[in-house]
């Protein structure tokens, strides 16, 4: 086994999912005969992401200084193309889903080599992992809203919502031009002439969970792609950026997430992120009211 941060990475066995009646569920282990190649694996991702996103900085930060103890485990996956995060017992999950809010250890099934030549948003090793990480974050606090509340656009629950947004606020720190929209399946690619496309259209849409984000900066939306927008979050104002929009439509769900995680959000705030930064937004708004103090910026 090795750690890092907080994080324990443990390649003895296999996590093996499948389905069962719909539902990805672990059905068993197997042992894997290189462990010491998975682990060394991992630690390259997780380290390198360290060292380079800021938005992975602070996750994997606030997750260890506020675990309460609770252990997060990265461990082998095999099944479906996926990344799951289980926590053990009730503690993960708020009072609203029947939880003890005391938080649990938890374990992340993911494997780096399903994702390294995948392609598509979101599907780095990095942002798969830190996509699980966010799940971690809020299960070792205890405040996973467990009940799979509906969102809309596809983006299946609260919890995935807040995943797939600080997922995308990496992705877009490391300066990809590919961000996830919502929770789908990545069915489709940018097309080739996207880089000659900027200059007329910040978000080129190419799938129905994907968008190109503009390299620069957000500027406001053209009226063509604020029309492809408004089918999947709904009509705003002309004139606001995708960052805005998203705020627009799901502030009340971003408020929730400042106050249950103000530590975490306050740094977040802090990223450029080359303008794709709604927790900004939801914090300049004083969605939550006074917040204590942020603790200090991780460095590198």
Known sequence: MMTFR?????????????????????????????PHAYEADVLRVVSQAWATNPV????????????GGHQVRIVPYRGPLNAVTDAAGMGAFSAIAGGTGTGADVTVAFT????RHRGGAGNSPASTLVHELVHSLRE??????GIRIPMGANYDNREEFYAVTI????????????????????????RRDHHNRFAQDPFDWVGE?????????????????????????????????QADQLFSQYGIQLAQLVHEEPDLCQLLAQVNCRGYNSI?????????????????MPQP
């Open 6 to 34: 907080g994080l324990t990475i443990d390649g003895r066995f296999w996590h093996v999912y499948g389905y069962h009646h719909g539902q990805l569920m672990h059905v068993g282990n197997e042992a894997n005969p290189h």
């Open 56 to 67: 992975a900085r602070i996750v994997i930060a606030r997750m260890a200084a506020r675990a």
């Open 112 to 115: 780096p080599g399903l994702y």
């Open 140 to 145: 070792t606090r205890g405040h996973d809203t």
């Open 167 to 190: 997922q995308s606020m990496f992705d877009a720190a490391t300066g990809s031009v590919l961000l996830r929209s919502n929770h789908g399946e990545v069915r489709s690619q940018p």
């Open 209 to 241: 969970n994907q968008f190109v984000f503009n390299r620069g900066q957000e500027r406001p939306l053209e009226p063509g792609t604020q029309a492809i927008l408004n089918q999947v979050f709904g009509p705003v104002p002309a004139g606001r950026t």
């Open 280 to 296: 900004a937004i939801a914090l300049a708004a004083n969605v939550a009211g006074p917040l204590p103090p942020p603790p200090p």
